[in-house]
């Protein structure tokens, strides 16, 4: 699902923590307004927000999967990993690099 394809089917929720005089923003614009947000602080703001956020969660089955980047191996530095984590009741995916050495931990 696309960012402006979400931000249309969750306008109801976005409408209730953002101002959105002018609609929900474009593809472009979301992109432009994503790109800037510092990855970092993302994180730390998403790992304290989301435990509270996902109580009713709690038990729920989850998928995992991992994947080497392709291409990512040049002979010198090892390939690249990341793991995905889905939450079918929740409609969420969550990407991350792997441990080292491509170990999941």
């Known amino acids: ?3 402006a394809d979400f931000a249309e ?3 109801a929720w976005l409408r209730g923590i953002l101002k959105l005089s002018n609609g ?3 593809h472009d614009t979301l992109s432009d307004m994503l790109g800037r ?3 970092v602080a993302f994180r730390a703001a998403f790992t304290a927000w989301a435990p509270a956020a996902l109580l009713g ?3 729920e089955p989850g998928c995992l999967d991992g994947k080497a980047v392709r291409g990512s191996w040049d ?3 090892p390939a690249v990993h990341q793991v995905s984590a ?3 009741r929740a409609r ?3 990407t991350g690099p792997a441990g080292d050495g491509g170990a999941i931990e």
Do not use: A, C, H, K
Request: net charge negative; hydrophobic share 40%; glycine share 20%.
């Open 37 to 39: 947000i510092d990855p």
């Open 24 to 26: 929900i923003p474009s």
């Open 86 to 88: 889905f939450v079918g």
């Open 1 to 3: 699902m696309g960012r």
């Open 9 to 11: 089917e969750q306008e």
């Open 75 to 77: 002979g010198t530095n």
């Open 57 to 59: 969660l709690v038990g």
């Open 92 to 94: 969420w995916l969550g």
